[in-house]
């Protein structure tokens, strides 16, 4: 026989056990005018407070990831070297605005079918360079645009060594240097993506020198000396040789 008695009541829980147990469960809720929000502070979910002082009271403050950084153009496409590619070079589609004033230069830029990297990125580091101040066009000397038909004063191709030897003949490149041919300016694909070494691991710097370098020859430079120890090497040294004292420089105009 079970003894009478009256059903005892269960208290409610203290309101700071039960805010404590909304945190403790992954932010489910917190309490406010005694009911849970379910959307406040919602599992993994991003904190708007921007500064300590504009947190709510228990969120854990995460600071804004930063977008990545673009690559810049002149460090895009650097990939393996190779030995040989098909042969065939193919012109990269696309007509640029014209840079700089003065008598107008325009070009076509070239690139070997089947190489490793992106075309469009060769073609954007052919502009930049050849559009900056302190290329060939300095201080209006020449303007500079990129075309992709019609007439044009040079080519600028990249190609792998195998390629820069055949259209550099009877140059002899050896499978390892740049050169220029009538109205091409002939990159090796191996010297665009390495350099030299040294160059110290500068390749945005040997790039420029390169380009400018070849379509100095297609603009109707020759070679020149380093003048002195100690100073930026002339665009027209042949830097890929040696420096010879100078520094490594890849502008006409630093």
Same mark, same amino acid.
């Given at each position: 026989? !079970?003894?009478?008695?009256?059903?005892?009541?269960? !208290? %409610? @829980?203290?309101? &700071?056990?039960?805010?404590?147990?909304?945190? &403790?469960?992954?932010?489910?809720?917190? $309490?406010?005018?005694?009911?849970?929000?379910?959307?406040?502070? &919602? =599992?993994?979910?991003?904190? %708007?407070?921007?500064?300590?002082?504009?947190?709510?009271?228990?969120?854990?403050?995460?600071?804004?990831?930063?977008?990545?950084? =673009?690559?810049?153009? $002149?460090s895009r496409s650097v990939v393996d070297e190779v030995t040989?590619?098909?042969? #065939?070079?193919?012109?990269?589609?696309?007509?640029?605005? /014209?840079?700089?004033?003065?008598?107008?230069? *325009?070009?076509?830029?070239?690139v070997e079918d089947g190489l490793p990297g992106e075309a469009? #990125?060769?073609? %954007?580091?052919? +502009? *930049?360079?050849?559009? #900056?101040?302190?290329?060939?066009?300095?201080?209006? @000397?020449?303007?500079?645009? !990129?075309?992709?038909?019609?007439?044009?004063?040079? *080519?600028?191709?990249? @190609?792998? =060594?195998?390629?820069?030897? +055949?259209?550099?003949?009877? $140059?002899?490149?050896?499978?390892?240097?740049?050169?220029?041919?009538?109205? *091409?300016?002939?990159?090796?694909?191996?010297?665009? /993506?390495?350099?030299?070494?040294?160059?110290?691991? #500068?390749?945005?710097?040997? !790039?420029?020198?390169?380009?400018?370098?070849?379509?100095?020859?297609?603009?109707?430079?020759?070679?020149?000396?380093?003048?002195?120890?100690?100073?930026? %090497?002339?665009?027209?040294?042949?830097?890929?040789?040696?420096?010879?004292?100078?520094?490594?420089?890849?502008?006409?105009?630093?």
């Amino acid at each position: 026989m !079970r003894a009478r008695g009256r059903r005892r009541r269960r !208290r %409610a @829980a203290p309101l &700071a056990m039960l805010s404590g147990l909304a945190l &403790a469960t992954g932010g489910l809720g917190v $309490l406010i005018s005694g009911g849970l929000d379910p959307e406040r502070f &919602a =599992p993994h979910s991003p904190v %708007a407070a921007s500064s300590p002082s504009e947190r709510v009271p228990g969120s854990v403050f995460r600071p804004p990831i930063p977008a990545p950084s =673009p690559t810049p153009v $002149l460090s895009r496409s650097v990939v393996d070297e190779v030995t040989e590619g098909s042969g #065939d070079l193919k012109v990269v589609k696309g007509k640029s605005e /014209v840079y700089g004033s003065g008598p107008l230069k *325009r070009f076509i830029v070239e690139v070997e079918d089947g190489l490793p990297g992106e075309a469009d #990125d060769f073609a %954007a580091a052919v +502009e *930049r360079i050849l559009g #900056d101040e302190r290329s060939w066009g300095h201080e209006g @000397a020449m303007s500079f645009q !990129r075309v992709d038909s019609g007439s044009v004063d040079f *080519r600028v191709s990249l @190609a792998a =060594p195998t390629t820069v030897d +055949e259209h550099c003949a009877p $140059l002899r490149t050896n499978g390892y240097v740049s050169c220029q041919q009538g109205d *091409r300016a002939v990159i090796n694909q191996n010297r665009w /993506v390495s350099a030299v070494p040294h160059f110290d691991g #500068d390749l945005e710097s040997y !790039r420029v020198y390169v380009i400018n370098h070849e379509v100095g020859h297609a603009l109707g430079h020759g070679h020149v000396d380093c003048p002195k120890d100690g100073v930026n %090497a002339p665009v027209m040294q042949q830097q890929t040789f040696g420096l010879q004292g100078c520094e490594r420089n890849g502008w006409v105009h630093p």
